[in-house]
């Protein structure tokens, strides 16, 4: 079974509109955190949000937040006022405490691609 | 700080030849790694390393070799390439809770 999955491969978004990219997991660790990466089309991998699997609140870092709901097992992107230059590749990834100590392996889904419309 | 930076950005290998894509950190990180990102996937663990001296293989070792004598390092070697490693190549090194990547490498291997 997937770990990590986006059962999104595209999503279209006008401009200035809100959109919830979609994530769901798969762990038996009570401990874990998920992230979210942004992949333009120039190839980085840049790094949008974390969320603690002991964090009460949702996460949230500027335009972005995180709709944690720990009992569905499901961690959605929301970008709010949605910009030209959001159009990209959104990953999620999980990192799971059975890893061990000081391990950062990230387990990743395989993405979905965002387009924004003018 | 320059971040991680990786070298080469594109490489062309015929089959069996050998290389080392090279990964370097200058924010003193422990815990580095290598990913591959196959076209519609997501990326997958290949090595990693918590420290100098120490290494572990990820997700899909099969086919790659790493070292770590230094923090700031972490080299990847292709011993033989074969054509099913032809992919984009991420180094990341991390702190806390964020991993920070590598510009990349596009490996061709004909």
């Known amino acids: 079974a997937q770990k990590i999955t986006q059962t999104q491969p595209g999503m279209f978004v006008q401009e200035k509109e809100a959109v919830t990219l979609d994530c769901t997991y798969d762990?038996?660790?009570?401990?874990?955190?998920l992230f979210w990466y942004k992949q333009p089309s120039s190839g980085e991998m840049i790094f949008l949000i974390y969320q603690g699997s002991y964090d009460e609140q949702n996460a949230t870092e500027g335009r972005y937040s995180l709709n944690f709901q720990k009992a569905r097992k499901s961690a959605n992107l929301v970008i709010s006022a949605s910009q030209l230059g959001d159009s990209a590749m959104y990953f999620c990834?999980?990192?799971?405490?059975?890893?061990?100590?000081?391990?950062?392996?990230?387990?990743f889904g395989k993405g979905t691609k965002l387009s924004v419309i003018p | 700080n320059a971040g991680v930076t990786q070298t080469p950005k594109f490489q062309v290998l015929k089959t069996g030849q050998s290389m080392t894509l090279q990964c370097a950190q200058d924010m003193n990180h422990e815990y580095m790694s290598w990913y591959r990102q196959d076209p519609g996937m997501g990326l997958r663990l290949i090595h990693y390393s918590v420290g100098a001296g120490i290494t572990d293989q990820g997700e899909v070792p099969n086919g790659y070799n790493v070292s770590r004598s230094t923090t700031e390092d972490f080299p990847l070697r292709l011993l033989s390439a074969a054509p099913s490693q032809t992919s984009v190549y991420f180094c990341?090194?991390?702190?806390?809770?964020?991993?920070?990547f590598g510009p990349g490498t596009r490996l061709t291997v004909l």
């Open positions: 990834a999980m990192r799971e405490n059975h890893s061990g100590a000081g391990s950062y392996q990230l387990t």
């Open positions: 990341a090194s991390s702190y806390h809770n964020e991993q920070f």
């Open positions: 762990t038996s660790d009570q401990s874990y955190g």
